[in-house]
């Protein structure tokens, strides 16, 4: 590691000398100047500084000069004043514009060397989260929601106006369409960032636990309350909470989603008083709330409470020009972690990806692109490598409701394994048995079949015939 590269702005000679003595013997790099004239030039000019030390009296310039500038054009980088007896309060009034901390003269050697490793270590915090961050953003950012269409690109216009915003929001969608991406790149493209994103599926959660893992709940609020715990609520505290499926939950919790709305304030089970929280609320669903509304399974004044902000994700199949930029970017990230040498996809199979209805939408998709990379490991992507319910025509895949339509086992959200062991199937089917063909038709060795063919109890691979 480099060491640091300190500025040191000090008009008096003999006092430059003695702190580039002191400070050379920490093993800093040392960068002096014999005015603020000359130290503001040093520091337009050289490169990476990483903390100026400065006296307040200058000379034609002032240490509050050297400060006005180094927050203009290195605004992360830490300023330290040395001030003389009579002037503390300029040095209060160049902390107040944002020096890091002053040091009085005669200057004590020890309390420097603190100071200013201080003042460095902060800074290399700074640097660690604006880097987090930078990290957090490029991973859950809106780049990251692929697609050209015009109604994607709306949904992304809107969710960037709203995430600059307090406000709640509410996205709706088929399942599998994107709705905790969408969720996660508001909450990170907004000014709760730094706080905590939680995100709870209420659908996943029985309804008996549901209240209690959002709100909390005090000691002895029930039988086995051994201890107090904090709800979701207040595990996001300063940050956003994403309620995923909220149309699934109770009348109940409803009911107290509504309070903490309105005014901020959660009651944990067995509390005599409420708690506030700082809270952006991301709701998100693939049912009708309106529809259940009429039925009476959702509170009207919980809805137009959420619906502040509503943001719809349409299905895949109504943006079919966003399959080839999606499949790209899955086909990429997959290749690239498992070091497969994919060309690209033919115009028949894209056509027959095109064409397919996707009820499991961009989730679906993904998981064909699973499917994929273990029937094709290396050249172009052909029909032939797609899964067998995307080769259907046109006309059989035109509507999901019908129920002679074809649904893919992908899009009812099965495991990878679940997936594999389908593929497997079908190449033994394809090649009646044969261990050896099928091994070749899946690119792998016959003892990785072998091995996954006993995992799954595909037959015993011992008589499976060797030849055709």
Known sequence: MRPATLLIIEDEERMRRLLELVLKQEGYDLLLADSGEEGIRLLNHSGRIDLILTDLQLGHSSGLDVLEAAKRVLPGVPVLIITGFGTIKSAVEAMQKGAYDYISKPVDHD??????????????????????????????????????????????????????????????????????????????????????LVAVNCAGIPETLLESELFGYEKGAFTDAKKAKPGRFQLADRGTLFLDEIGEMSPA????????????????????????????????????????????????????????????????????????????????????????????????????????????????????????????????????????????????????????????LLSLGLSVEEVEKAMLKEALEKTGGNVSEASRLLKVTRNTLRYRMSKYHLGDPDESPERG
Not at 292 to 314: S, W
Request: with cysteine; aromatic share 4%; charged share 30%.
């Open 253 to 408: 919790a409803q009911a107290k989603l509504l309070r903490v709305l309105e005014d901020h304030t959660v009651e944990p089970l067995g509390a005599t008083q409420g708690v506030k929280v700082d809270i952006r609320v991301i709701g998100a669903t693939n049912q009708d709330l309106a529809e259940l509304i009429k039925k009476g399974k959702f509170r009207e004044d919980l809805y137009y409470r959420f619906n502040v902000c509503p943001l719809y994700i349409p299905p895949l199949r109504e943006r079919r020009e966003d399959i080839p930029d999606l499949l790209d970017a899955f086909l990429t990230t997959t290749c690239r972690e498992r070091g497969l040498r994919l060309r690209g996809v033919s115009p028949d199979a894209l056509a027959m990806l095109q064409r397919h209805h996707w009820p499991g939408n961009v989730r679906e998709l993904h998981n064909v692109v699973e499917w994929i990379t273990m029937s094709c490991r290396e050249g172009d992507i052909r029909p032939e490598h797609l899964p067998s319910t995307l080769k259907a025509s046109p006309e059989s895949t035109s509507s999901a409701a019908s129920p002679s339509s074809p649904v893919s």
């Open 111 to 196: 309390e420097l060397k603190i100071v200013i490793a201080r003042a460095l270590e902060a800074r290399r915090l700074s640097q660690d989260y604006h880097a987090l961050q930078a990290g957090l953003h490029e991973r859950f950012g809106f780049e990251r929601i692929v697609g050209r269409s015009k109604a994607l690109e709306e949904v992304k216009r809107l969710a960037t106006e709203m995430a600059r915003t307090d406000a709640t929001v509410l996205i709706t969608g088929e399942s599998g369409t994107g709705k905790e991406l969408l969720a996660r790149a508001i909450h990170y493209a907004g000014p709760r960032a730094a706080g905590p």
